[in-house]
């Protein structure tokens, strides 16, 4: 019986995973192992791009940068996807337009952040949306301690303020937000749009929606071909890589493992960070990232799987 993909705190931002589905059991030990370096690759792929993003900043605007990756993967997987869009309901496109605006908001939030404090700062505050999510869906007692350990970390963060700017912290916090947003959403949207067409709308609804924006922040730099190069290449890094390693990931280990596995992200930021910008984090930095990786981990496990599957 196929086994059906929910978001989990620790699920992927940017990741096919809300409407990939297992169509048989996951394999056994060789798959697990090899599934558990594809979602290492797409972690790996997300934050090296997320790191030469941030790297070319001084060049180009984060907006533009968001841009340019919202229409790298828009191309793509409307070309590869070619989502039907004939007989869809005033509801159906609602629901995608939404979907688009919190792939949006949570995009473009997250480079804000990360413009501002370090990488692996930015996404652990991040992390704190898929966490709400994963602890509400649960209603059990047992997960405040998870929501106890996260506001641990968070506090930590306090402890070292020096790195920290007010509205770095207040652009990670609405990153969080349209990451929940983006997870809740999505259910709906693979429950109408079959695939990945829902996220193929989305990412055009998001680029659409950001294009004046980037195009007046951007200005000449948006015609340099080196520029526009690297771009695409962090759409890809970003997007399509990990997407892809992703999806086949998905279909060989349970959903609750590929969640915990994610929860490394914000570990995998700050060391990206660390070797391609030689940025650095404090102590107290560090364990208050571990203290959220943990109450991540320690949500994902908890959680419940799904009681109805999504339409794919």
């Not at 997250?110 to 930015?122: E, K």
């Amino acid at each position: 019986m196929p086994v059906p993909y929910r978001p989990l705190a620790g699920a992927y931002p940017w990741g096919l995973s809300q409407w990939s589905i297992v169509t048989e059991a996951p394999h056994p030990a060789p798959g697990r192992v090899s599934a558990f370096w594809l979602v290492l690759g797409a972690i790996a792929s997300v934050q090296v791009g997320a790191a030469i993003a941030k790297d070319l900043f001084g060049q180009i605007p984060p907006t533009s940068m968001v841009w340019l990756r919202l229409v790298t993967s828009t191309v793509i997987f409307l070309v590869v996807v070619r989502p039907r869009l004939r007989g869809r309901s005033r509801t159906d496109w609602m629901v995608v337009a939404g979907f688009g605006v919190s792939l949006l908001l949570m995009n473009w939030a997250i480079y804000q952040s990360f413009a501002r404090i370090p990488l692996g700062i930015a996404v652990t505050i991040e992390f704190l949306g898929p966490l709400t999510v994963a602890v509400i869906g649960s209603r059990r007692t047992s997960d405040l301690v998870w929501v106890g350990l996260a506001a641990l970390g968070v506090a930590l963060l306090g402890l070292s303020p020096g790195s920290l700017t007010l509205p770095g912290v207040l652009f990670a916090l609405l990153a969080a937000l349209g990451w929940a947003c983006y997870i809740l959403l999505s259910v709906q949207t693979g429950r109408r749009w079959a695939g990945l067409s829902g996220l193929a709308l989305a990412s055009l609804v998001g680029a659409v929606v950001l294009a004046g924006p980037a195009v007046v922040e951007g200005g000449a730099s948006l015609l340099d071909p080196r520029i526009l190069a690297l771009g695409v290449a962090v759409g890809l890094l970003s997007s399509v890589v990990p997407y892809s390693l992703e999806l086949v990931a998905l279909r060989r280990i349970p959903p609750r493992v590929f969640g915990i596995l994610m929860s490394l992200e914000p570990a995998a930021a700050a060391l990206a960070a660390m070797i391609l910008l030689r940025e650095f984090l404090s102590g107290w930095q560090w364990l208050a990232m571990a203290c959220v990786v943990a109450a991540s981990v320690g949500a994902s496990r908890a959680a419940r799987p799904p009681a109805e599957p999504l339409a794919v």
